[in-house]
């Protein structure tokens, strides 16, 4: 099956510092992947839908410019959580499909 | 968009005990898949099951959808089925096409 691999799985920042996120599919071809957040003990919330080659389509309440995502090829799309604060810290997963959807392992982003 | 509820939010079993965990969707939809998220929050594809039933191994899965629901079962439960399930649709076309909808999941322990 498809496989979607995410580094880093954990990562630590100061406050003010940017992060960037990638996701990679490893076996297929993904013109769109999408990037997903998760809140202890809650599910997964989209957050925005990565299209390779143009621009990121946001769900409502996300800020675009706090959350850039590039997808520059058909296998590579990076979320980078700029000028990072204590809330943004968070679980943060990829997905993207070859068929049935497919999910990174998650990137556990703690800010202090 | 679609609605997506899980029911039960928590199940506590004995190891050896069988399961069933539901899942129940707002619209018609084409697309359902169930997931396991370990504790590690990988999140583990079960199931790709739009229609129809499908076992493998101990899990199996129905899904019925002209009454928008599925199902989940866990037979003779092992300690490492513990986790949070979650289920997921996406539509097949319109603006939503490729959006997954979770649930809220099931948190699933398991005692020796």
């Known amino acids: 099956g498809a496989v979607v691999s995410q580094h880093p799985s954990r990562v630590i920042c100061k406050s003010g510092t940017s992060v960037k996120i990638e996701c990679r599919s490893l076996d297929f071809q993904a013109t769109t992947m999408f990037w997903y957040r998760q809140f202890p003990k809650q599910s997964l919330m989209l957050m925005a839908t990565s299209n390779e080659g143009s621009k990121a389509t946001y769900e409502q309440g996300v800020e675009k410019d706090k959350f850039l995502i590039n997808h520059a090829s058909l296998t590579l799309s990076t979320l980078t959580v700029t000028s990072a604060h204590p809330e943004d810290s968070s679980f943060y997963i990829c997905s993207a499909r070859d068929g049935p959807f497919a999910f990174g392992s998650g990137t556990r982003l703690t800010v202090v | 968009g679609i609605q997506v509820e899980q029911s039960p939010p928590d199940l506590i079993l004995q190891e050896g005990a069988n399961s069933t965990l539901r899942c129940n969707f707002s619209?018609?939809?084409?697309?359902l898949q169930w997931f396991h998220q370990n504790p590690w929050g990988q999140l583990i594809n079960l199931f790709y099951?739009?229609?129809g039933t499908k076992q493998n191994g101990r899990l199996s899965a129905t899904t019925v959808a002209t009454e928008r629901y599925s199902l989940l079962y866990i037979s003779s439960s092992q300690t490492t089925d513990s986790g949070v399930y979650f289920c997921a649709s996406w539509p097949v076309g319109g603006t939503s096409y490729g959006k997954l909808t979770f649930g809220q999941g099931t948190i699933l322990t398991v005692h020796p």
């Open positions: 619209d018609s939809v084409n697309n």
């Open positions: 099951i739009p229609s």
